[in-house]
């Protein structure tokens, strides 16, 4: 065995020891989404009995499909708002000279250190006397709080790359500073723009804190607070197939999103790392 | 089509520096002006200015009459070709080049009529679909060219368009500029750093220096009247050389000889201070050299010994370098050049100065030996040693030396 060929062994071998690793929980999951609710426990990887009624049974019950509808609902508006402002803040960031600057990425970077769960309690008390609490704004407003920071530094880099010259020229070609915008610069950052509504969704897809925090009812509950809350087929049954089965119906999506977009994602990540 | 006027025009940064000092320049409708300079001199800034990306701190600017300071650059009517072309990267060609129309809502059919007609011109019809990055360097700066030019606008400003194309091309494309701003006559601000782009180009070539416009003129007067060292030094290539000299009564006396100086200039110097007798720097042009063997007559200039320490054959002719006793020539102008030109680490040549000439093809000097030389002193340049003012210059009459029959000195070196 020459040594390239050990070398490239050595190699498979770390990668799947990852793969495994990352893949098994996943594939416990589905595994247990599609074993019947007696044979949950009984620890084997591959389903004795294999069926599709947790799937029916959470779709069939308003607590998941109220749920998901939540979801979605909350974390496009919150993404769309987040990316749309930070848009607007990066590309001033990126453009613009003005006082503060520095100031202002350092302190939107600390918002996006600053830990959310000392935030839940005052945020409860503050939403129940303002009437936010268990409605979507009460979770899209620190949802798009917390996803601005990032939005801003990936848009802003993103933003960077493009050159000034670009946006002269179409203001000597006849644009307005909005149109130069729109029509030139815009088109050009859309990888970026997609990669930052990808990052963005994600986070508020995946928030938990929040989400069961400062919901109480199907009104605005999100996924990750509903499934905390199965009840069992009966009180002495775990909802264990139901939870199984609501996880893999959320991740899947996501995954799917990440795989398709994940050559963006990692420019997105380490854009002006390197020069392009 | 519009003329553009400059009128005490400054631009000073936040910091206080001012990269356009005091600028008047008149550019007539349908000239094609070149500003030229070595890097930092203003040149780009004051383009910038007439574009409408850089404020104008103090003066007025007016394009076609009307004052533009507060416009926006999308009112003014002009057309910019960037250095590094600026083209939309997600566009066609066609895009490219329609953008500025479409913007202005001109009609498609009209936008196709008039890209096609660029692309025509710029020979560039079958690349009509293709991406910027997909086209060579040439192809994109024609693209550049073509979306200035499909606007039909008043004003062409050009911001060293050719410096990213290789020689070959650059030269190529030169001809081709050219060729379009006479043929669509239109108002062309054109900015350089290379003066043979500007000798070639230009109607007429504005020289600036630190922000302040050092001499406005048609290549011929830049090259033949300088109105002073750095303008002197600047126009030619290869560049004027500078000799230390002392004018005395009626002579300058050069470390290569002694040349008779014109009776008018002589007594402009008399009536001033000293008396006649002043320090010079004396510009000698490599071109106005030449073998003094190939010389049938020889009376008009200075004959002179010289050992020719390098000589670079150019097919055409010869470049020889020899080196002159005399005293380094100093001037802030001077070491300007020197330092724009990347000269400025160079050691200086031991005990005198180098001098570059050009002698014609038949000529047949080898390198490290003597030879004889023959300057012709009719296009002798001469200095203020201090103030680097052009002597010859001065009071708008240009004289040149001439030199007597007989004076003609030898020079042992």
Redesign the interface.
């Known amino acids: 065995m020459s040594q390239h060929t050990r070398q490239l062994t050595g190699w498979w071998a770390i990668f799947l020891v990852v793969i495994v690793c990352s893949l098994v929980p996943v594939a416990w999951i589905v595994s247990l989404s599609l074993k019947t609710p007696a044979s949950a426990t009984d620890g084997s990887f591959i389903p004795h009995h294999w069926t599709l009624s947790n799937y029916s049974q959470i779709f069939s019950t308003g607590i998941f499909t109220d749920a998901l509808r939540n979801s979605i609902g909350i974390g496009l508006i919150s993404t769309a708002l987040a990316v749309i402002l930070a848009c607007a803040a990066a590309y001033a960031v990126a453009r613009l000279d003005f006082p503060g600057k520095r100031a202002f990425l350092a302190i939107s970077l600390a918002v996006a250190m600053f830990p959310q769960i000392s935030l839940v309690g005052p945020l409860y008390n503050l939403w129940r006397q303002i009437g936010l609490y268990d409605t979507w704004p009460g979770l899209i407003i620190p949802y798009m709080t917390f996803a601005l920071p990032l939005s801003i530094w990936v848009l802003s880099s993103f933003f960077r790359e493009i ?1 000034w ?2 946006e ?9 500073p909005f ?1 130069a915008f729109t ?2 610069i815009a ?2 950052a859309i990888p970026g723009i997609v990669t930052t509504f990808i990052l963005v969704f994600i986070i508020c897809w995946n928030d938990f804190i929040f989400a069961i925090s400062l919901t109480s009812t199907t009104n605005a509950e999100t996924v990750p607070a509903a499934i905390a809350q199965f009840p069992g087929t009966s009180q002495f049954t775990q909802p264990i197939g139901d939870i199984a089965a609501a996880a893999v119906v959320v991740t899947v999506p996501v995954m799917v999103l990440v795989l398709l977009f994940q050559r963006r994602i990692v420019a997105g990540l380490t854009a002006g790392a390197v020069k392009g | 089509m519009a003329e553009i006027e400059f009128d005490d025009v400054t631009k000073r940064y936040a910091d206080g520096f001012e990269a356009v000092k005091h600028l008047d320049l008149d550019v007539p409708d349908g000239e094609l002006m070149i500003l030229v300079g070595p890097s930092g001199c203003g040149k780009s800034t004051a383009l910038r200015m007439v ?3 850089e404020d104008i701190s103090d003066g007025e600017l007016k394009i076609g009459g009307q004052v533009v300071n507060e416009r ?3 009112d003014r009517d ?3 070709v ?3 072309y ?5 566009m066609t060609v066609r895009e490219n080049m329609g ?2 129309l479409k ?2 809502k001109t009609p498609q059919a009209e936008i196709d009529e008039k890209v096609s007609e660029a692309a025509r011109i710029l020979d560039l019809e079958q690349h009509l679909d293709r991406k910027p990055a997909n086209l060579s360097g040439g192809q994109r700066q024609r693209v550049a060219m073509g ?1 200035a030019i499909v ?1 039909n606008p008043s004003v062409f ?1 050009m911001d060293e368009p050719l410096s990213n194309l290789d020689a070959k091309l650059r030269v190529q494309m030169r001809t081709e500029i050219s060729r379009i701003q006479q043929r669509l006559q239109t108002t062309t601000i054109y900015v350089t750093h290379d003066q043979t782009e500007a000798m070639t180009l230009g109607d007429r070539i504005a020289v600036m220096r630190a922000g302040v416009l050092q001499q406005v003129g048609p290549p011929s007067e830049l090259y033949g009247h300088p109105t002073n060292l750095f303008v002197a030094g600047f126009i030619g290539s290869p560049s004027m050389n500078f000799l230390g000299g002392e004018i005395t009564g009626e002579n300058v006396h050069l470390p290569i000889g002694d040349v008779r100086i014109p009776d008018e200039l002589r007594r402009r110097l008399e009536s001033g201070p000293g008396g006649g007798r002043r320090g010079v720097i004396a510009g000698l042009r490599p071109e106005h050299f030449e073998d003094a063997s190939l010389v049938a007559d020889r009376s008009r200039g200075l004959t002179f010994n010289a050992k020719i320490d390098v000589l670079e054959s150019m097919g055409s002719e010869f470049y020889a370098y020899f080196v002159v006793e005399s005293d380094q020539v100093s001037s802030r102008e001077l070491e300007e050049l020197a330092q724009d030109a990347g000269a400025a680490e160079l050691p200086t040549t031991a005990g005198g100065v180098q001098v570059t000439a050009r002698l014609a093809a038949e000529s047949r000097v080898r390198q490290g030996a003597d030879a004889e030389l023959w300057f012709d002193s009719n296009h002798l340049q001469l200095f203020d040693a201090e103030s680097g003012r052009s002597l010859l210059a001065s009071n708008g009459a240009r004289s040149s030396v001439e030199v007597p029959a007989g004076t003609s000195a030898q020079s042992s070196n």
């Open positions: 050159p010259e670009l002269q020229a179409a203001q000597v070609d006849g644009a307005t149109q029509k030139v088109p050009l | 574009a409408g990306l926006a650059p999308k002009i057309a910019m960037f250095q590094n600026a083209l939309y990267p997600h953008f500025a913007l202005a979306r606007r400003l």
